[in-house]
């Protein structure tokens, strides 16, 4: 995706893999050693896989740093998988690892950054895990990955929950939303983020969850399969406004579907 443009188009790379030399890809390397592309030294008899990368556009510069930096990891992985022990390309892999490392180490809106940030598994239009890089990174980048959302039911009034997002939340801060959502941890549950999410956000301990759905939202600031769950629980007395929420307030569906309406 060419982030940079205010209606975001879509963007082809093509990857190919062929052998660098003639070791056979598993084989026992020897002692000798020679430098790679990247300047890391290399057994001389290690299967090497050179990257080759085409660009539908005629155009380079429309792949912006993001995306080139997430293809070429997506494309060494493929080579290790292959039992290829190095690479080679024609892009610095150094420098966009570089880059990763950099905007991972910035932290969202005015939240604080943790020293290790959590990790985010990116996946296919299948929900299927490819691989696993910083959530800064990933959310920054609109990268699709995977998330939860949660519609809230009061028990006993039959409700809706909505809240107000804290001013400093980094996401719809300030706006008055009708789910709990967040981003599924890498190798985590989905069922078990939307527990962790609903204990974060509103302070709950305990309530009934069931998925409902499953789908690919895709737009210019979020990319990602979200998972959407309903629990319903004793929200009104035991739900807490915390430091992602700045307000609680219960509707009933009539009153809910009035306000969606205006």
């Not at 190095?86 to 969202?108: H, M, Y």
């Not at 967040?182 to 974060?200: H, I, K, P």
Request: proline share 4%; glycine share 4%.
């Amino acid at each position: 995706t060419n982030e940079q443009a205010g209606n975001p188009n879509e963007v082809i790379l093509v990857g190919r893999i062929a052998p660098a030399n003639k070791a056979t890809p598993k084989a026992k390397s020897s002692k000798s050693k020679t430098a790679s592309a990247g300047g890391n030294e290399v057994d001389e008899d290690s299967p090497i896989a050179e990257i080759q990368l085409d660009f539908v556009q005629e155009d380079q510069e429309d792949v912006s740093q993001a995306c080139l930096a997430v293809f070429l990891l997506l494309l060494q992985a493929c080579c290790f998988t292959l039992g290829y022990t190095e690479t080679k390309s024609p892009i610095n892999g150094e420098n966009l690892l570089a880059f990763i490392q950099e905007e991972s180490s910035q932290p969202l809106g005015s939240s604080s950054s943790p020293e290790e940030p959590e990790l985010s598994d990116i996946v296919a239009d299948n929900g299927m895990s490819i691989l696993r890089l910083p959530r800064p990174f990933v959310l920054r980048h609109a990268i699709l990955h995977r998330c939860i959302t949660i519609l809230c039911i009061d028990s006993s009034t039959k409700n809706f929950l909505l809240f107000r997002r804290a001013a400093s939340s980094w996401r719809s801060s300030g706006l008055l939303d009708m789910f709990i959502a967040g981003s599924v941890q890498s190798t985590e549950d989905s069922t078990l983020s939307a527990m962790r999410e609903l204990s974060e956000e509103l302070g709950m301990s305990s309530a009934k969850i069931r998925k409902i759905d499953r789908c690919v939202l895709r737009s210019r600031r979020v990319n990602t399969v979200v998972e959407s769950f309903v629990s319903i629980g004793d929200f009104q007395g035991n739900a807490k406004v915390t430091d992602e929420i700045s307000s609680i307030e219960y509707m009933p569906k009539s009153q809910l579907v009035e306000f969606l309406e205006k």
